[in-house]
């Protein structure tokens, strides 16, 4: 199975790198081919809405998302990977996100996703946004939930070490 993790932290050693690095250990274990993307760290250019990947099948933006998109389309798995910011997910995953835009057609239907997120605010509400856009995003896209994690009440590494969230995150990786 292939499986791409999108991160989208800019904290390199933080609370979702935890979620993420356990997720593609217990993913490669089980035998599956791991594609980790870090979207904070890759440069993604905003949608710019012009239609051009409508007309030529092509971004006129040339990015990182060259070198994801391929990645992507070939999936079985996707993993969104993201801190909670502003009780939804990252700008650096959102952009990534609204960039599948181009390629609607060709990603949707048949994949399985993860929800990976970490926030330091442990309220019942907490993760609620977020999770409805995830699953708004799963639905317009006819993507499956394959397993959630949702970290709450870690602000930082040494918080979400002290949980059995990376643990969660590494089963899920291992039971796909």
Not at 93 to 108: C, I
Not at 124 to 132: F, S, V
Not at 133 to 143: C, P
Request: glycine share 8%; with cysteine; hydrophobic share 40%.
């Amino acid at each position: 199975m292939k499986i791409v993790t999108i991160t989208s932290s800019p904290h390199r050693k933080g609370t979702t790198d935890a979620l993420a690095s356990a997720f593609c250990r217990g993913a490669e274990e089980a035998g599956h081919a791991v594609f980790r993307f870090d979207a904070a760290r890759e440069r993604v250019q905003p949608c710019l809405a012009c239609d051009a990947c409508r007309r030529t099948g092509a971004c006129v933006q040339k990015d990182s998302m060259e070198t994801l998109m391929p990645h992507l389309l070939e999936a079985d798995v996707i993993a969104f990977v993201t801190p909670l910011y502003y009780y939804g997910m990252s700008a650096q995953l959102k952009t990534v996100v609204d960039r599948f835009y181009g390629k609607n057609s060709e990603l949707s239907g048949g994949k399985r996703t993860v929800l990976l997120a970490a926030s330091a605010d442990d309220s019942d509400w907490t993760m609620a946004a977020l999770e409805r856009h995830y699953e708004t995003i799963l639905r317009y896209l006819g993507w499956e939930d394959a397993g959630r994690v949702l970290a709450m009440g870690c602000g930082d590494r040494a918080a979400i070490e002290q949980t059995d969230f990376p643990n969660q995150a590494f089963q899920i990786g291992k039971s796909l």
